[in-house]
Every structure is written in C-alpha cells, then in structure tokens.
C-alpha cells in the first residue's frame, strides 16, 4: 500500500464508474464517497472537503466549483475527454490531472472497424430488408477495404490504437497529428494535412476538442479533399456539424459516414435548424450513428478505472 498523508484520503467520486474503483483506491488509503446520485449543486456544497475528485462527464469542471475546492490537490477523469476541465486553473494551482484515455482505446479502435464494415457492406440496411422479408442482393453489394488508403487525422491513443486495428485489412495508411512527430513506422506513414486531402478514401477523426478543433471540418475543410471519402467520427461531435454533413453530402465530398458522436448529444435540446439537419442525416441510409459508446465496453468500463488508479497512485507518490 501507497502511504499517503492523512489529509490526501478523502476522494468523491461524482459519476457512476465500474464498482472496482472502490477497493481500487481503499487498497491504496483512500476514503472513498462514491456519489454517482450527486447533483451539482450538493457538489458545490461539499467539494472543499475532498483532496481528491474522480469524474466522467455529468457537470463542468470549471472555475465556480474549482474555486470552493480549497483542498482539491487531484482530479481523475475517467476516460479520454478533457474539454470540460478548466485546465488553466488547474495549471495554476497545481492540481494534478489523470486520465485514462488507455483504458478504452482498444474499444474505439474496435468500434470504428465495426461502423466501417457495417457501412461498407449495408449491413444495417440488409438486416432490416430480411426482418422484412426482402430480399435484396445488388442493391447490397459491399465496398472491400482492402486496397483503401485511410487517413487518421489525430495520433494519440485513439489514433493510434485504431491504426493497429487496421493492420490486417492491407490498407494504406496515413497518419496526421499536429503535435506529434516521427511516430511513423513502416506500415503506418506520418504524413502532411495535405497528403490527407490528396490521399485518403477513408478518414477517421481522433483529436480531442479544443478550441482549434471545434468546427474544425467547415465546408471548406472538406473541400480540399482530392476524392469523395467516408468519414468517420468516434471523437467529439462538435469537430463538425450536421449542416456541414449534410453540404458534404449533398456535394458528394461524403459518400458514408459513421457517426458515435454528434454536435449535440442532448435531442431534447436541439435547435431547430439542427433538428431539420439531423433528420437529413437521420434519413439517409449511408450513416450509421451510435450513441457515444465507441469506447464503451464490459471491459473497457473496468480497464479505465486500473489505469486511472495505477496514474494517481504514482503521480500522487512522486
């Protein structure tokens, strides 16, 4: 067991997470509240009391809750997001910050695999003509990936692990990250923004979302692709718009597209103008949508909460 001082126990857990994460961090002397109930305003009630504060995503972190945290010395977020996370304030009071993007990236990559080949061959489609009783074969004919070059735009563990997953299906493949260099390797090609535009067939996004990356695909963006590509999305909704899908549809930038994450994740809250985009979206047969649930697997839910206590652990020792 990890010796913590006394005053570095307590840790409220605000969002319900796999039921491991308890003895995880009783295990190394944590007093743990697990909390998934809470509500923001009993959070912002109680928040001074805690050293340590575990999320996912049910509420900001931003300055009206970090300001009464007094004793908040870490924050472990559950997954890969960071968007909701004032950083600066973090930064600047030197609170630490772990997440466990590892912990579910092998999930997206399946998961991106999985929308692809469901696109590429109608699977969804298919299914629901045979329920029906019909029975339809050239109107179903598939798309191979073998031979395609896809375009990753994004390196990091998502990117990445979703990479790997492609070995196997002899594809190209092209790597772009504006933050990281030489991780290339013989198989995988790190290349330019441009060899994405003039290269790829496929595209999958893995940037997380900041202010570069909101609205990053415009319809000008996508205008500067060489060849009608499918899309893939298991990263952040707000990285494109339905309206500008939809352009790219109409314009036939975008032959297919897989979306586990939209614009606006709350259908409740809709606009009008994005409700009428999303039932264009809705309508068309070459998107597949999920429900944000790329990385949200049995194992990933349990894999996310030893990765976050291994990181805390060691970053709390040194």
Not at 27 to 35: A, K, W
Not at 57 to 84: H, M, Q, V, W, Y
Request: aromatic share 10%; hydrophobic share 40%; proline share 3%.
């Amino acid at each position: 067991m990890t010796q913590f001082p006394e005053d570095l126990k307590k840790v409220l857990i605000i969002d319900e997470m796999h039921l491991s994460i308890i003895p995880l961090f009783e295990e190394e002397g944590f007093v743990v509240d697990y909390r998934p109930e809470i509500k923001r305003p009993e959070i912002l009630e109680i928040i001074q009391d805690y050293f340590g504060l575990l999320i996912r995503s049910k509420t900001p972190i931003n300055r009206e809750l970090l300001t009464k945290a007094k004793k908040l010395r870490f924050i472990g977020r559950a997954g890969a997001g960071l968007d909701k996370i004032d950083l600066e304030y973090l930064d600047q009071n030197n609170i630490k910050l772990f997440h466990a993007a590892e912990g579910n990236m092998d999930a997206v990559g399946e998961h991106a695999i999985g929308g692809l080949l469901a696109l590429f061959n109608h699977i969804n489609k298919a299914d629901q003509e045979v329920r029906r009783g019909v029975w339809k074969r050239e109107e179903n004919r598939g798309e191979e990936l073998k031979g395609k070059t896809v375009g990753i735009i994004g390196y990091g563990n998502m990117g990445s692990a979703f990479a790997k997953k492609l070995l196997g299906f002899e594809v190209n493949i092209l790597a772009y990250d504006k933050y990281k260099s030489h991780f290339g390797s013989g198989v995988i090609k790190e290349v330019t923004l441009e060899d994405i535009f003039a290269e790829t067939d496929v595209l999958s996004l893995h940037v997380p979302l900041t202010a570069e990356t909101n609205n990053l695909m415009t319809p000008e963006f996508l205008k500067r692709f060489k060849k009608p590509i499918y899309l893939i999305n298991t990263a952040r909704g707000e990285i494109v718009s339905f309206a500008t899908l939809n352009q790219a549809f109409d314009a036939g930038i975008i032959k297919g597209a897989v979306l586990d994450v939209l614009e606006n994740e709350k259908f409740q809250t809709f606009s009008l103008e994005q409700q009428r985009e999303f039932d264009l979206l809705a309508a068309r047969e070459n998107v597949i949508f999920s429900p944000h649930i790329a990385g949200w697997t049995f194992q990933s839910y349990e894999r996310i909460n030893e990765v976050l206590a291994q990181k805390i652990r060691e970053g709390i020792s040194n």
